[in-house]
C-alpha cells in the first residue's frame, strides 16, 4: 500500500499512470479492510466459544459441588437417624 502511494504521487493526476496506482491503492486498502473484517470475526467467534465453554464449566463445577452437599447432607441425616433409631 505505501508502495503504491509513493509511485502515484510520482505522476501527475489524470495520468495514464497515476489511474493505475490509485486503483491499486483502493484495491489494497479493499483487502487490507476484508482481512480484518475477517479476522475480527474470527476473534469475536473464538471470544464466544472461549466465553461459552467456561459456562459450561462453571455450571458443571456448581453442579458437582451441589450433588457432593447434597450427599454429605443425606450422610449427616442418615447418621443422625441411626443414632435416633439406637436410643429408641
Given at each position: 500500500?505505501?508502495?503504491?502511494?509513493?509511485?502515484?504521487?510520482?505522476?501527475?493526476?489524470?495520468?495514464?499512470?497515476?489511474?493505475?496506482?490509485?486503483?491499486?491503492?483502493?484495491?489494497?486498502?479493499?483487502?487490507?479492510?476484508?482481512?480484518?473484517?475477517?479476522?475480527?470475526?474470527e476473534?469475536?467467534?473464538?471470544?464466544?466459544?472461549?466465553?461459552?465453554?467456561?459456562?459450561?464449566?462453571?455450571?458443571?463445577?456448581?453442579?458437582?459441588?451441589?450433588?457432593?452437599?447434597?450427599?454429605?447432607?443425606q450422610?449427616?441425616?442418615?447418621?443422625?437417624?441411626?443414632?435416633?433409631?439406637?436410643?429408641?
Open positions: 500500500l505505501a508502495a503504491c502511494e509513493k509511485y502515484m504521487k510520482q505522476y501527475k493526476p489524470g495520468s495514464e499512470e497515476r489511474i493505475y496506482y490509485e486503483e491499486k491503492v483502493a484495491q489494497t486498502k479493499k483487502e487490507i479492510h476484508d482481512k480484518l473484517i475477517s479476522l475480527n470475526d476473534f469475536t467467534a473464538k471470544i464466544q466459544e472461549t466465553n461459552q465453554k467456561l459456562i459450561d464449566g462453571s455450571k458443571a463445577l456448581t453442579q458437582e459441588y451441589e450433588d457432593a452437599v447434597n450427599s454429605r447432607q450422610s449427616l441425616y442418615s447418621a443422625i437417624f441411626y443414632f435416633d433409631e439406637m436410643e429408641e
